[in-house]
């Protein structure tokens, strides 16, 4: 299995064992835009962005979520909540740190509420 699907694999099995509950995995907006998962925190939707590496020698994983990325799920929230009518509702962007090391139990942090949404974009 691929890093990358291992990690969300795991991410969002963490996530259900926090009390969230998974709604879609790997979300991708008819105009651009990309989600890894779609989770209900209780009454918020949370978009959320899983970053997996085998190793931290070069900084966290979620230091890798720079503004470029940070677009693309802004983007991809915006489109799952226009697939939703542009409902009223409370909603986040999250980060699930995987660490995937040789011969290790992986390593899951979560991240609430890591970055909003940028100037331009007003919901």
């Known amino acids: 299995m ?19 509950k ?3 995995r790997n ?3 008819r ?10 925190d209780r ?7 899983v970053k997996t590496r085998t190793r931290e020698e070069y900084g966290r994983p979620i230091e890798t979520v720079n503004r470029k990325q940070q677009r693309r799920i802004v983007l991809g929230g ?3 909540l226009r697939l939703l009518g542009d ?3 409370l909603f986040r962007f999250d980060v699930v740190e995987v660490v995937i090391a040789a011969g290790q ?18 919901y």
């Open 2 to 20: 691929r890093l990358g699907a291992r990690g969300e694999k795991l991410a969002a099995r963490y996530l259900r064992q926090h009390g969230f």
């Open 22 to 24: 998974v709604l879609y």
């Open 27 to 29: 979300f991708r907006g």
């Open 31 to 40: 105009h651009g835009g990309e989600l890894d998962l779609v989770c209900r």
């Open 43 to 49: 009454d918020t939707l949370v978009f959320v962005e």
């Open 78 to 80: 915006l489109a799952w």
């Open 87 to 89: 409902p009223d509702v």
């Open 105 to 122: 139990s992986p390593r899951i942090e979560l991240v609430r509420d890591a970055f909003h949404l940028p100037d331009p974009y007003l």
